[in-house]
């Protein structure tokens, strides 16, 4: 059974930092690019980040450059999320999605798996 759990939302000060966290099981880990998305309350989910299941190609949305950055350890079948510099227009529910198509894809029809959410309140 495979199981996407994102940790490490909560609530920050606008110029602050967190980190989320995505550990899965249940799949071979190794096997599949890993994204972030957001959804923020009366929008559409929005991409945020991919990473290859190399760790050699990441993108990021524009509205997040320079500002996040997404990794991934293999070996502990985790991804990461660093998200420095924070926004109130950052604050949404974080998902993170395992695909395993030989690209990965900004878009989330590219993605098999998803976590439940982790939520990012930023305050101004």
């Known amino acids: 059974q495979v199981q996407l759990v994102e940790s490490g939302g909560g609530l920050v000060q606008a110029g602050g930092s967190l980190r989320l966290s995505c550990a899965a099981s249940?799949?071979?880990?190794?096997?599949?690019?890993m994204g972030w998305f957001r959804q923020a309350p009366g929008k559409e989910r929005e991409f945020v980040a991919y990473?290859?299941?190399?760790?050699?190609?990441?993108s990021h949305a524009d509205s997040v450059k320079g500002r996040f950055t997404i990794s991934r350890d293999n070996a502990k079948n985790t991804a990461y999320l660093q998200m420095n510099s924070l926004k109130p227009e950052d604050t949404a529910v974080y998902y993170c999605?395992?695909?395993?198509?030989?690209?990965?894809?900004?878009?989330?029809?590219?993605?098999?798996?998803w976590g439940q959410g982790t939520q990012v309140t930023v305050s101004s």
């Open positions: 249940g799949v071979t880990f190794s096997g599949y690019s």
């Open positions: 990473i290859s299941q190399s760790g050699r190609i990441r």
């Open positions: 999605a395992a695909g395993n198509r030989a690209t990965p894809s900004s878009d989330s029809s590219g993605y098999n798996y």
